[in-house]
Structures are given as structure tokens and as C-alpha cells.
């Protein structure tokens, strides 16, 4: 039987003639692309398979090899093929290895195919020795005290943040003190051997630092925008030159974090790439395959979270905490969470989000919901329950609400229920009990909500998705992938009443709409609607943002282009309020339709459901705060403004 290593540019295939030695092949089922990243135990395959196989064979040549059941060592070993991989972090620059091979022994007619474990140990820096013994492996449980993954990444719980933390701290940092202070980021860094440089690291200011280990050129930006090189030669954390002190300290942390968990991942992958001739990326430049993913996300939110432990230690937190609360004449409210959040921000040097995680970690679960941010804002505050789970949250952007409703049918059937709306970041019951409304428009939740979150508002799980990520400072991107989690809300029969009525006056309002067809019926029903809402063409402009012209178009049909945009047609339905049947005619009339796969479509969807009321110039506003284009041009109503001025003059 032959056994192939079927994974990587090349075959190991055992040579029958000189027992222990391998043919080297091309893999003919090999695309010719390298993974940008690569496992420890495929680089063990692709380089090491022949020296296992020699191993092994010389432990059973000196009869030093233990053998299965019913094989002596008249036998004749086959092949030895890698299969598997433990590894157990030593210290920082050291772990043993628990490599599992699969070796086929013959006897005989009889075949053998027993799995041994060869121990081995890795010393960066020094002498490493892959080949120390082998034993019987029938499955039994390998114990690992500080393990590793694949990618030779560790493998933590979160109570050992704080253990992580402790070994930073001790090892690192001399000016240990028992009362609250900023801990010296700096310090730090230049203990690990590691420089600190600052620089324009990206053109529009993403990456707030990187982490460079080795010898190489790195690209910056000057003042105009323009790249130019950097050669580093020693380890180097580069900070972005326009953040300020406070987050600067946080960047460094967190990237002497990474120096000192990561730099086994780092090592393997620059041995990697030298071997194979490849350039060593800095860590934001990866392209990540999905099955590479776990492993980046996993490193940065360890060196996301273990910061702040380092930080904000428990003693001197706590007691900045009690002593605060002590103070406070009555029970905490939001203004007190607020105080001591920046209270706890100032003393430690962190920033305000990084303070409120601490907090909660310590015992106070309250300040949850206090300074709950919201793509370019603060949300009002609100209470959270005591057992409400870390990784749950009841706000949400429009576009994490748009990806869920897109992704969740049962989260858009409760949604096509009309019975929520979306209000400062909260899918909310659309009831003035929850709603605090102006000019009929939601602006906020009431102070009863607000402290009642779970008897009105949604809540949705936090998941990380496997999407790409950059390899920079900063916390793991929360606008990803979302579950919701609330799937049992139904309507009450009173208001399955009222949306039959509804439905029943819509029909009548289209039987009448299709009385009378003419040759274009796009051009008819633009004016049909027009001439049921009373507008003219100006009020409509002023209504929609469109132009005089573009709504001229519209009722003569003529279409830029060879078609509407999807754009203009839903400015036109919201700005004349039709309901949604009148609209989704329109749309096919105009022979446009949404498109699930892009995320501005789903934007569209999500706002006409769960904010029916809204104008177009609140949705322009909202478009552009998630970072898509206005369905119109705020300029174009001065410009109508302006020629009526000077029409009358």
C-alpha cells in the first residue's frame, strides 16, 4: 500500500527499492498558488517526512521502537507518513512537539497500521531536536499545559488574559506600583528590544500601528500621500502619526502583546516564506484563505484584550472603582457609570471603550449600557440586565441590521410584521410606550425603555464572521456577521386585522390604477400618483431631492441610461409616501429590483421597513452616515431655490 502526502506543490512517495528513502514528485493536483500562511504540521509534511521515516526505522532497527500487538520484528515498516500535530508552549521562545505519524508495518500477509507519537522540541534562537523518542499512540489523551494551535498560535481561556498579563508586567516592566497610575507603554517595548517609530502609516489613516520583527523595507506615507520605503533593522513598532498620546500607548501594548504571544507564528511564517522564495508580508498584508482565518482572529483578540489587564491591574482598579461608588450618595445612575468610566479612563491612560470593558470584567455588568457607541455616536444610555451575556447586544447599526435581515428569514418575517421600528440604534416594539416621537418621527426610546431594554427591544449575538481582517491595532471589527436571537415574537390578532384592512384598501387603490393601460405604463403611474398625493413637478423635486428634470423624465417615462436607477424610483415612492404595494409596482414598472448581494440594496430594504416614515433627505442622512451614496444630491433644492429667485427678479 502507498500512502501519498497529497497536500503542498509536491508528493513524498516511499521508494520500494531503498526502504526508508522517498521519490520527491510535483503533485500533479497542485494549482501552483502557496497558502500565504502555512500550518507547523504541514511544513513538518512538505520538509521533515523523509527524516521521520528514517527515525522511526532506526528506533526499530536497534529494537528500541515498541510494537503493536502481533507484529514482532521480523517486520517490515512500509511507510511513515505525518498525519497530525500537538504543540505545548514552554516559554516565549520554545515548545515541545507532539508529532503523530502513521506507520505502516508488514508482516507477512499481515498489514499493520499503527500511529506512533514522536516527541520533539523547538528552540528559537538555539538548538531545536524534532526527534527525541517515539510511542505507541492509540488515542489517548496528550496533555499540553500551555497549548498551541496549528500555527503554533496559543491557545487561552480568558482567565489566563490575566496570567498573560502578570508574565508581561513581571518580566517587562520595573516600575511596578501599588496605586493606580498609567503603566509606561514605552518602557515596555524598549525591555522587549523592540524600537517605536512614528509615521504616516496609510493613506486615509486606518492602521493605527504594525509590528515589523525582522529585517526589511516597509512602506509609509509622506505628508502629500505619496509612499515611500523605511528600512528597518531592528524589531520595530511603527505608530500611525496621528493618533494621540493616550491611544498611542494603547498601540504599543497591544503590539508588544503580539511580539511576545506571537512571534513563534511570525518565525514560522518568515522561515516559510524565505524557503519558498516568497516576501514576507507585514501582518496587515496577508490575503487570509477561509480555513486561516480562526487563527488571525484568535491573535488579534488576544492582543486586543490582554492590554487592558495589563493596564487597569485588579487591585488598583478595584479600588479606584469602590472608592468612586463609596462617594455617591445614592444608588449609580448613568451619570455616575459615566463619571466612572471616565474616571477609570483618566487614571489609566485607556481609552473610554477599553475602561467600560475593565469595569464590567471586574464585577460592575452595569455600565454596559452607558457610552454605547453607534457608527458616529453615542447612543442614550440604557440599563442591562445583570445576567445578560457578554457577547449580546441591543444596538445595532442599520447595516448590521440590513446584513441580518438579509441573511435571517425569520428576522425579516418579524420585521415585515411592521411591528418594530428602528430607533438611535435599537430594533424597538412601535409603540409610544418604547418610541419617544416628534412631528410623528421616532427620535429616541422613552425613559421607561430605556430601563425596560428586554420587554421591547431585539437583542442580537455578537459573532465574529470570517471575513478578512487586517492584521493592525485596534478592536475586532463588531459590524460582522449577527445572529438574532429573539425568534418567537408574533403579531396579535388586532393587528393581523388591521394589516387585512390595510391590504384590502391597497388592492382597491391598484384595481383603479390599472383601469385604464396606456402605451407606457411606467409614464401613467408616475402620474397617477402624483395626481392622487396633489403634488406638481416642483414639489416633488423639493420633496425628493431630485431634479426638476429627473422628475420631468419620470412622467414621460424616458429613461437614462436604457433604465431607471433603483435610486430615483424609491426617492420618488418615499417622497410621495406611497405604501409599499404602490411601490413594488412601480419598481417592476420600472424594471428594477433589489439585489440581496449588495449591501446598499439591503440598506434600502431594511430602512423602507423599519422606518416607513422617514423622508428622503433622513435617509440620505442615514445612507451616509453607514457609509453608502444618498439616493439624491443635497445641492440640487438650493439649485431649484436659487433659479426661482432669479426667475422672479
Not at 500511529?115 to 538548538?127: D, L, Q, T
Not at 484584550?305 to 495589563?310: E, L, S
Not at 471603550?353 to 457610552?371: D, M, Q
Request: charged letters at 30%; glycine letters at 4%.
Amino acid at each position: 500500500m502507498t500512502i501519498y502526502i497529497n497536500r503542498g506543490p509536491f508528493l513524498h512517495i516511499p521508494d520500494k527499492v531503498h526502504p526508508g528513502q522517498y521519490k520527491v514528485i510535483r503533485n500533479p493536483g497542485w494549482n501552483g498558488e502557496l497558502p500565504e500562511i502555512v500550518s507547523f504540521t504541514d511544513f513538518l509534511r512538505w520538509n521533515y517526512t523523509a527524516d521521520y521515516g528514517r527515525f522511526i526505522r532506526e528506533l526499530y532497527l536497534y529494537r528500541q521502537l515498541s510494537l503493536p500487538w502481533g507484529i514482532s520484528y521480523k517486520a517490515e515498516i512500509e511507510t511513515v507518513v505525518i498525519e497530525d500535530g500537538r504543540y505545548d508552549r514552554v516559554d516565549h521562545d520554545s515548545f515541545s512537539m507532539y508529532v503523530i505519524c502513521n506507520v505502516v508495518l508488514v508482516e507477512g500477509a499481515y498489514r499493520c497500521c499503527q500511529k506512533y507519537i514522536v516527541h520533539g522540541v523547538f528552540v528559537s534562537g538555539g538548538i531545536s531536536d524534532f526527534l527525541i523518542d517515539a510511542e505507541l499512540y492509540d488515542g489517548q489523551y496528550i496533555r499540553l499545559c500551555q497549548p498551541l494551535d496549528e500555527y503554533l498560535v496559543p491557545i487561552l481561556s480568558k482567565k489566563d488574559f490575566e496570567i498573560i498579563a502578570d508574565e508581561i508586567v513581571d518580566k517587562y516592566y520595573p516600575y511596578k506600583a501599588n496605586y493606580p497610575c498609567r503603566v509606561n507603554a514605552v518602557a515596555i517595548a524598549k525591555a522587549m528590544g523592540l524600537e517605536i517609530k512614528y509615521a504616516h502609516l496609510s493613506k486615509n489613516g486606518n492602521i493605527r500601528s504594525k509590528l515589523i520583527l525582522e529585517k526589511r523595507d516597509t512602506k509609509v506615507y509622506n505628508e502629500q500621500g505619496r509612499a515611500k520605503a523605511i528600512h528597518v533593522t531592528v524589531p520595530t513598532i511603527f505608530i500611525d502619526n496621528i493618533v494621540d498620546d493616550d491611544e498611542a500607548q494603547n498601540a504599543i501594548i497591544h503590539e508588544c502583546v503580539h511580539a511576545y504571544l506571537h512571534n513563534l507564528f511570525y518565525e514560522l511564517q518568515s522561515y516559510y516564506r524565505k524557503m519558498v522564495g516568497m516576501k514576507m508580508p507585514e501582518f496587515n498584508d496577508y490575503f487570509y484563505s477561509q480555513s486561516q482565518k480562526s487563527c488571525l482572529k484568535w491573535m488579534e483578540t488576544q492582543a486586543t484584550a490582554i492590554p487592558r489587564f495589563i493596564q487597569m491591574p485588579v487591585e488598583q482598579t478595584t479600588d479606584v472603582i469602590v472608592s468612586y461608588l463609596d462617594r455617591q450618595p445614592g444608588e449609580p445612575d448613568w451619570e455616575c457609570y459615566r463619571g466612572l468610566i471616565n474616571l477609570v479612563k483618566g487614571k489609566f491612560g485607556v481609552t473610554r471603550n477599553t475602561a467600560k470593558k475593565r469595569i464590567a470584567e471586574l464585577g460592575w455588568p452595569e455600565v454596559r449600557g452607558v457610552y454605547v457607541y453607534n457608527v458616529s455616536s453615542y447612543v442614550e444610555d440604557y440599563d442591562v440586565e445583570y445576567d445578560f451575556p457578554d457577547d449580546y447586544t441591543y444596538t445595532m447599526s442599520l447595516r448590521q441590521i440590513a446584513d441580518v435581515y438579509a441573511s435571517c428569514k425569520t428576522f425579516a418575517d418579524l420585521i415585515s410584521t411592521k411591528k418594530f421600528t428602528y430607533v438611535d440604534g435599537h430594533v424597538v416594539i412601535n409603540s409610544d410606550k418604547y418610541v419617544h416621537r416628534e412631528n410623528g418621527m421616532g427620535i429616541g426610546l422613552t425613559e421607561y425603555a430605556r430601563h425596560n431594554m428586554a420587554e421591547c427591544c431585539l437583542d442580537f449575538k455578537k459573532v465574529y464572521a470570517e471575513f478578512d481582517y487586517s492584521y493592525t491595532y485596534g478592536e475586532l471589527h463588531k459590524d460582522e456577521l449577527t445572529k438574532i436571537t429573539d425568534e418567537n415574537r408574533v403579531l396579535t390578532d388586532e393587528q393581523r386585522k388591521k394589516i387585512r384592512l390595510a391590504l384590502y384598501e391597497i388592492t382597491d387603490e391598484s384595481l383603479k390604477l390599472d383601469e385604464h393601460p396606456v402605451q407606457d405604463e411606467m409614464a401613467r403611474a408616475v402620474i397617477f400618483h402624483m395626481q392622487r398625493c396633489k403634488v406638481t413637478v416642483d414639489e416633488v423635486a423639493d420633496r425628493s431631492g431630485m431634479g426638476v428634470d429627473t422628475v420631468m423624465k419620470l412622467r414621460k417615462g424616458k429613461k437614462a441610461a436604457g433604465k431607471f436607477k433603483l435610486e430615483t424610483i424609491l426617492a420618488f415612492c418615499v417622497a410621495l409616501e406611497l405604501e409599499e404595494a404602490f411601490r413594488v409596482d412601480l419598481m417592476q414598472k420600472a424594471r428594477v429590483e433589489f439585489d440581496m448581494e449588495n449591501p446598499a440594496h439591503r440598506m434600502y430594504l431594511t430602512i423602507l421597513e423599519l422606518l416607513p416614515k422617514a423622508n428622503v433627505f433622513q435617509i440620505n442622512d442615514l445612507l451616509k452616515a453607514e457609509g453608502f451614496a444618498p439616493w439624491t444630491r443635497d445641492n440640487e433644492e438650493p439649485k431649484r431655490k436659487a433659479k426661482r429667485k432669479n426667475e422672479a427678479v
